[in-house]
């Protein structure tokens, strides 16, 4: 029985080993929280929301190159591009070295982009979209019957 469970524990630390992860906060341009904001991964269905204070995690991040995007009703959408490696880039690992390591190209038109096995306290701050909301008009009728 020992046996068994000292290899789950093996077999599951390796699986888990080589994931990182993200955490931040969602804001708006005023710095009030906006809880409840939409956190997903482009062309993923994987995503979560922020909590009542803005805070959000994403877990279990595999090595790779990953587009962020946050959404909130009556705000303008922002995405962030994140690199999770299984490399540090506090080792003095040239920053085109190490996304070679990772097998992902080097795009030099990226704004705002984080590199690193984990990411943590990332802001993002939206702008209100007054365009976003559109009025709705309701009418109804009566039948004649």
């Known amino acids: ?5 000292s290899i789950i524990v093996l077999v599951s630390s390796s ?8 955490s931040g906060i969602v804001i708006s341009e ?8 939409n956190i ?15 805070n959000f995690r994403l877990e ?3 090595p790779g190159k990953y587009v962020i995007n946050v ?12 690199y999770i490696s299984q490399f540090s880039t506090d080792n003095n690992i040239d920053e085109n070295e190490l996304l070679e390591k990772m097998g992902l190209e080097i795009s030099i038109e990226e704004e705002e982009t984080f590199k690193g096995p984990f990411h943590e306290n990332i802001e993002f701050i939206l702008i209100p979209d007054p365009l ?3 009025e709705i008009t309701v009418a109804a009728a009566k039948l004649k019957q």
């Open 71 to 82: 959404n909130y009703i009556s705000y303008k959408q922002t995405s962030k591009t994140i």
């Open 132 to 134: 976003g909301i559109e």
């Open 40 to 54: 997903s991964i482009e062309r993923t269905e994987f995503g979560t929301a922020s909590n009542r204070e803005g």
């Open 30 to 37: 005023n710095s009030d929280t906006l809880s409840g904001a």
């Open 15 to 22: 699986i888990f080993a080589n994931t990182g992860y993200i």
């Open 1 to 5: 029985m020992k046996n068994i469970l």
């Open 60 to 62: 279990n991040l595999k």
